[in-house]
């Protein structure tokens, strides 16, 4: 299966969007489909066998038009300044029918009809039939389909006032509406603007993210001489200058010099990271003080920050599970609302017997309706949301996971590089058979090609000492406890305490001493052993993260338990909770068992956020309510998890789940707004309580306060 993506020009309501994607859900190869009104974006999954084109065929019968995507939204911008000089110069030609009808009456004759009531049908007509002929070629359109959108009820409502205004003209009688056609008609037009440039500020944030990368590089050629050349023009292992001030062009690695780099529109951290040769330095981050050569590593289009942009667009995209009733309620929306206008007409005729009393609150009904705002509800929330999110750091996948962050209970926390640095080092050795040299030369052998971090740790330690590796053959690795392996025939093994006891490694009193001591102090120990004769101990230390103490504070305050996993001893598990300010916490456990726990704490009932480093949480991350991934550094290529932290601030956690509940509390705030507005208005507008103008105004209104309600995400 393959993924495309498409703009719709022309969708005007939540209902539009609805009927595009159940046209484009029942086309031939076509496995899923998802159309986002706020963003005016359909997203498409199909057989390979079909093309754009004719996913776009599909939506263009549907009376609406495709453009193709864009990283520039210069499309966008000249459609909204089409929509404001609409707007502008419809209300503009709408003033004079309104004070015309209400306060200058001109008594004089032209061509035998009076003069003020032609100018208001002039200019009425001008309006309704000229600036706001969008609204009728869409509905011509959609009834040639038997269907029907917001744009039919605008355009029946306007074009019977305007009619029957015409007809009353004409054979001498009471009754006038030209003022109301044109004004509607105007007001309708300035809602559109203000809901598109709404819509552009809840985006704005993918844009932002766009412009923070370097336009030019300054590259460095094999003959050394530098010129100044497109970032786009350059590729992998390229070499460029940066010097103080300027942007790094593409991610890549210092080659030579230093600097402290400004990392803030990646990581959502102001302090300055510290770059030497050989450490990454990524797109769109600003060098600050020295001048550094940088060998390139990633393409145009691969960067950290075009992943963060993939990734909150494709949030963007999702819908979230409460965005559902919204779009059934929807689809159903304007047929209803035509019949109850149907309704009202009739219902007014035979209690009135005139013609002009039926037709006002008919008309009233079909354009204070409105599902624009139903629609705009869920995806604006989210689209703020994910793009504060990113702003600092929190890169959110998807609208339920916004949803899933909003009731939490607890929050566990895998322990190395989550609530630690995750970048252990040995501080403490004791040898007691043998050598130092034996035994780091032993040491480097076992652990010199392993990933594992104390592992490592083990290794640069013994690198430090000058060993030289003993050549291991047989060697096995034990998850969660340690490796073995033969030098010259001699079973080696290194790993923990208990790893050493199962293999009937006896633990003499001083090493015993010595292991209580270092566990106290949170220091996690090693064996190493030869022959079943333990050679020495090793105690490696991860601290705990500095943000780590206000990070379990922060989700204290906000009524949720933290709970630390970690496969170290109890007394070094101890001593790491009681540090970062954890009471209750999980000793000696296995990678595997991580899933296990989660399930334990969900079958209690409560509902669990797992936060891990996504290397061996995978499971946990996925069994959680809530995954929460640590990116490291600014890594975010982390598939498990809804959430991604960059930078791996573990304050970001607390943070994350706040932003989670305001934008759930924003989403039930728009979506309580839509309901009553359309459940109070359309009964008033039906009892002739409201004015087709109070109302058009009104429906205006009701779609731009639920975009204006989730801007304030933005705070």
């Given at each position: 299966?393959?993924?495309?993506?498409?703009?719709?020009?022309?969708?005007?309501?939540?209902?539009?969007?609805?009927?595009?994607?159940?046209?484009?859900?029942?086309?031939?190869?076509?496995?899923?489909?998802?159309?986002?009104?706020?963003?005016?974006?359909?997203?498409?999954?199909?057989?390979?066998?079909?093309?754009?084109?004719?996913?776009?065929?599909?939506?263009?019968?549907?009376?609406?038009?495709?453009?193709?995507?864009?990283?520039?939204?210069?499309?966008?911008?000249?459609?909204?300044?089409?929509?404001?000089?609409?707007?502008?110069?419809?209300?503009?030609?709408?003033?004079?029918?309104?004070?015309?009808?209400?306060?200058?009456?001109?008594?004089?004759?032209?061509?035998?009809?009076?003069?003020?009531?032609?100018?208001?049908?002039?200019?009425?007509?001008?309006?309704?039939?000229?600036?706001?002929?969008?609204?009728?070629?869409?509905?011509?359109?959609?009834?040639?389909?038997?269907?029907?959108?917001?744009?039919?009820?605008?355009?029946?409502?306007?074009?019977?006032?305007?009619?029957?205004?015409?007809?009353?003209?004409?054979?001498?009688?009471?009754?006038?509406?030209?003022?109301?056609?044109?004004?509607?008609?105007?007001?309708?037009?300035?809602?559109?603007?203000?809901?598109?440039?709404?819509?552009?500020?809840?985006?704005?944030?993918?844009?932002?993210?766009?412009?923070?990368?370097?336009?030019?590089?300054?590259?460095?050629?094999?003959?050394?001489?530098?010129?100044?050349?497109?970032?786009?023009?350059?590729?992998?292992?390229?070499?460029?200058?940066?010097?103080?001030?300027?942007?790094?062009?593409?991610?890549?690695?210092?080659?030579?010099?230093?600097?402290?780099?400004?990392?803030?529109?990646?990581?959502?951290?102001?302090?300055?990271?510290?770059?030497?040769?050989?450490?990454?330095?990524?797109?769109?981050?600003?060098?600050?003080?020295?001048?550094?050569?940088?060998?390139?590593?990633?393409?145009?289009?691969?960067?950290?920050?075009?992943?963060?942009?993939?990734?909150?667009?494709?949030?963007?995209?999702?819908?979230?599970?409460?965005?559902?009733?919204?779009?059934?309620?929807?689809?159903?929306?304007?047929?209803?609302?035509?019949?109850?206008?149907?309704?009202?007409?009739?219902?007014?005729?035979?209690?009135?017997?005139?013609?002009?009393?039926?037709?006002?609150?008919?008309?009233?009904?079909?354009?204070?309706?409105?599902?624009?705002?139903?629609?705009?509800?869920?995806?604006?929330?989210?689209?703020?949301?994910?793009?504060?999110?990113?702003?600092?750091?929190i890169l959110i996948k998807s609208g339920e996971a916004l949803e899933r962050g909003r009731n939490l209970s607890v929050a566990m926390f895998d322990k190395t590089g989550t609530l630690t640095e995750g970048a252990p080092k040995v501080t403490d050795e004791a040898v007691y058979s043998g050598t130092e040299t034996d035994m780091t030369s032993l040491a480097l052998g076992l652990e010199q090609s392993s990933e594992h971090p104390l592992a490592q740790a083990v290794a640069q330690w013994a690198k430090e000492k000058g060993a030289k590796a003993q050549t291991v053959e047989q060697f096995k690795a034990v998850t969660g406890r340690g490796v073995s392996g033969t030098v010259q025939d001699k079973k080696i093994m290194l790993g923990s305490i208990e790893y050493m006891k199962e293999n009937g490694i006896a633990i003499n009193a001083q090493a015993q001493t010595n292991i209580s001591l270092w566990q106290s102090q949170a220091k996690t120990v090693v064996g190493l052993a030869k022959e079943n004769e333990l050679l020495g101990i090793i105690a490696i230390a991860d601290k705990p993260k500095q943000s780590a103490i206000e990070a379990i504070a922060a989700l204290n305050a906000l009524g949720i338990e933290s709970v630390m996993i970690t496969g170290d001893n109890e007394e070094t598990a101890k001593a790491v909770a009681k540090a970062v300010g954890i009471e209750k916490y999980h000793a000696h456990v296995l990678p595997d068992q991580k899933l296990e726990l989660v399930k334990k704490e969900q079958a209690a009932g409560r509902r669990v956020a797992f936060v891990g480093d996504g290397i061996n949480d995978a499971p946990a991350l996925t069994q959680a309510d809530l995954g929460i991934a640590m990116g490291s550094g600014t890594d975010i290529a982390i598939e498990a998890g809804q959430i991604v932290l960059v930078g791996g601030d573990p304050k970001k956690v607390a943070e994350s789940i706040k932003l989670s509940r305001r934008t759930y509390r924003t989403i039930k705030q728009n979506l309580f707004w839509a309901f009553i507005y359309n459940a109070l208005g359309i009964p008033l507008a039906a009892l002739g309580l409201l004015n087709p103008i109070i109302a058009a105004g009104a429906m205006a209104f009701s779609s731009v306060s639920v975009l204006l309600n989730s801007l304030r995400l933005n705070r």
């Open positions: 299966m393959k993924e495309i993506i498409f703009h719709i020009d022309g969708m005007h309501c939540a209902s539009c969007a609805v009927r595009i994607e159940g046209a484009l859900k029942n086309a031939k190869g076509v496995e899923d489909a998802n159309v986002n009104y706020a963003l005016a974006e359909a997203k498409v999954k199909v057989d390979p066998s079909v093309g754009e084109t004719d996913l776009h065929e599909v939506v263009k019968k549907e009376g609406y038009k495709v453009r193709e995507m864009s990283h520039e939204h210069h499309a966008g911008a000249a459609s909204e300044k089409i929509v404001l000089r609409r707007a502008l110069l419809a209300s503009a030609l709408a003033i004079p029918p309104l004070a015309l009808a209400m306060f200058v009456k001109v008594k004089a004759e032209l061509f035998g009809l009076p003069v003020s009531e032609s100018i208001q049908a002039i200019l009425s007509s001008i309006v309704v039939l000229w600036l706001g002929r969008e609204f009728h070629i869409a509905a011509a359109k959609l009834l040639v389909r038997k269907t029907a959108s917001m744009d039919t009820l605008i355009s029946v409502g306007t074009l019977a006032a305007l009619a029957f205004s015409f007809w009353s003209l004409f054979t001498g009688r009471e009754g006038l509406y030209f003022e109301t056609a044109a004004v509607i008609a105007a007001l309708i037009l300035v809602g559109r603007y203000l809901e598109a440039r709404s819509k552009g500020k809840a985006s704005e944030a993918i844009q932002k993210l766009l412009e923070l990368g370097a336009k030019n590089a300054h590259k460095i050629n094999e003959d050394g001489s530098i010129e100044d050349a497109p970032v786009g023009d350059l590729k992998i292992n390229d070499m460029v200058l940066v010097k103080p001030g300027e942007k790094i062009p593409l991610d890549g690695k210092v080659v030579d010099g230093e600097s402290s780099i400004i990392e803030a529109m990646l990581t959502g951290e102001s302090m300055p990271v510290h770059k030497f040769v050989g450490d990454k330095v990524f797109a769109a981050t600003l060098n600050q003080n020295g001048v550094l050569k940088v060998q390139i590593t990633s393409a145009v289009g691969n960067t950290v920050l075009d992943q963060i942009v993939k990734l909150v667009q494709e949030a963007q995209r999702k819908k979230a599970p409460i965005q559902k009733l919204a779009d059934k309620i929807s689809a159903r929306f304007v047929p209803v609302v035509i019949v109850i206008s149907v309704i009202t007409f009739i219902s007014w005729y035979i209690a009135t017997g005139d013609f002009a009393s039926a037709l006002i609150p008919a008309v009233a009904v079909l354009v204070i309706a409105c599902p624009c705002a139903l629609g705009l509800a869920t995806p604006t929330a989210i689209l703020v949301g994910t793009g504060r999110g990113a702003k600092s750091g």
